[in-house]
């Protein structure tokens, strides 16, 4: 089994890296992408750089490029839901496009014609986090995360998106992996720990918990890598 474990900035993958200890880095689409084995599973990490763009490239690579068979994604995230608090873990349930907007076509927001509004994360490994969860004695919540191509540092647009997709938490990457893993029917778990709270702070609070939530995350991963070898 080959087992894609994704981040967006270095930040992200730096803790699994650092605890592969050895690896071997290639050079593809002008990224690195590292390969490791791990308790008799074949792993490919990569960061992918911000964005919808970038994410979808990379998690496509992974996947057509060097054969992931499930894709894992760790990292951190914005919080809307008043539950979530800086270091807390959630799991996405489903994910959508907040900045997908034809609406002057009467479409609702995140969709597009052949494509749709969410899309639904695989429920086994959700099922498995529940456990990992347990196990780790953490709590995890369940919920829809929104993704765009924009750091959300504003009450207002943080309330929108949270009212239009009912969405817990934003980011910039989640819902551009879940529409290549969907399309390519690669089983996906996303994964974020709360570094800011989407307000006018967020750039402050993100710089201060950036590297502790991702570690979180990190954990969690390896956490879910172990349940998926087990
Ligand atoms: N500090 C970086 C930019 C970070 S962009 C720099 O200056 O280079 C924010 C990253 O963290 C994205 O990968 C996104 O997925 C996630 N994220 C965390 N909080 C977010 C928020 N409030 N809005 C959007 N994305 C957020």
């Keep these: 089994m080959k087992i894609a474990i994704m981040g967006a900035m270095p930040e992200e993958i730096a803790p699994i890296l650092e605890k592969l200890g050895t690896y071997t880095t290639t050079e593809y689409a002008k990224n690195k992408y590292y390969e490791a084995s791990y308790r008799g599973v074949d792993l490919i990490i990569a960061y992918s750089k911000i964005g919808k763009v970038f994410s979808t490239l990379t998690a496509s690579t992974m996947i057509e490029h060097f054969g992931a068979e499930k894709l894992l994604f760790s990292g951190v995230a914005g919080a809307i839901s008043s539950e979530l608090r800086v270091g807390d873990l959630i799991v996405a349930t489903k994910l959508s496009q907040h900045d997908l907007d034809i609406?002057?076509?009467?479409?609702?927001?995140?969709?597009?014609?052949?494509?749709a509004v969410f899309i639904e994360a695989d429920t086994q490994m959700i099922e498995m986090s529940k456990e990992v969860a347990t196990s780790m004695r953490k709590t995890v919540k369940e919920g829809i995360i929104a993704t765009g191509d924009q750091f959300v540092a504003n009450e207002q647009r943080k309330n929108w998106i949270g009212n239009t997709f009912n969405a817990d938490a934003l980011e910039m990457e989640g819902a551009s992996v879940a529409v290549v893993?969907?399309?390519?029917?690669?089983?996906?778990?996303?994964?974020?720990?709360?570094?800011?709270?989407?307000?006018?702070?967020?750039?402050?609070?993100?710089?201060?918990?950036l590297e502790s939530s991702a570690k979180e995350s990190a954990e969690f991963i390896m956490k879910m890598v172990d349940k998926l070898v087990d």
Aim: charged residues 20%; contains cysteine; aromatic residues 20%.
């Design 103 to 115: 609406t002057a076509f009467g479409h609702p927001f995140g969709f597009v014609p052949e494509g």
């Design 181 to 209: 893993c969907d399309a390519l029917n690669i089983p996906f778990f996303i994964l974020r720990a709360i570094s800011d709270a989407a307000d006018v702070d967020a750039s402050f609070s993100f710089d201060e918990f």
